[in-house]
């Protein structure tokens, strides 16, 4: 996947493997760093290979709560193996913990297809993805009215788990990105700008 987005002339990708919670998937009885290992191995296999050809690769994932999912960025792995007890914490909890290290959330497609109950969090999130290609059209402009009723940033994302050129979006930015933090603050300080084409139902 690092290959395809280097051809395609991107300069940075983030991996965002999801993180499930006891409430979306059975957790295995493994130690955490057993199982936080396993999570990151997916960013630190493509970090490898995005040195060696050029390619900035960011960590951050997509923490699960029910059929809500939530970008986490700015934060690391050592912050993931910092907090064993993770998953005892209540969606509210775990949005304060995230802000209070320095994170940033941005809700993921909060509309989805077939999905009977949506769990909206306006005061709790710092953005909104109001763009992701698994998505149709109406439920991307529904993200995007959500994000204009509250004044939230959008962002934009592919939301792929194998390379798909002809069906991507993202974020374009001036400036070469740093890291993860550096992300988050520059989706805080109105500094991206989204790509991508919406898909019809």
């Not at 690092?2 to 991107?10: N, P, T, V």
Request: charged share 20%; net charge negative; hydrophobic share 40%.
């Amino acid at each position: 996947m690092a290959h395809s987005f280097k051809d395609l002339g991107y300069t940075g990708i983030f991996v965002t493997d999801h993180l499930y919670s006891p409430t979306t998937v059975k957790m295995e009885d493994q130690p955490w760093e057993v199982l936080i290992e396993r999570h990151c191995s997916g960013y630190e296999a493509a970090a490898a290979v995005g040195e060696a050809i050029g390619l900035d690769v960011f960590f951050a994932w997509e923490y699960s709560f029910h059929w809500a999912h939530f970008l986490t960025y700015g934060l690391t792995k050592e912050w993931l193996l910092d907090n064993p007890d993770l998953f005892s914490w209540n969606i509210i909890d775990y949005f304060d913990r995230v802000h209070a290290d320095g994170g940033l959330v941005v809700h993921a497609h909060p509309f989805r297809e077939r999905v009977e109950h949506i769990h909206l969090f306006p005061t709790k999130i710092d953005a909104v993805e109001v763009l992701n290609m698994g998505r149709d059209g109406v439920h991307n402009r529904y993200a995007h009215d959500f994000a204009v009723s509250y004044g939230l940033p959008q962002t934009a994302g592919s939301d792929i788990h194998v390379a798909r050129p002809d069906n991507l979006a993202g974020v374009e930015i001036g400036r070469r990105l740093t890291g993860s933090l550096d992300y988050a603050e520059a989706v805080l300080a109105g500094e991206t700008k989204n790509f991508g084409t919406y898909r019809d139902a």
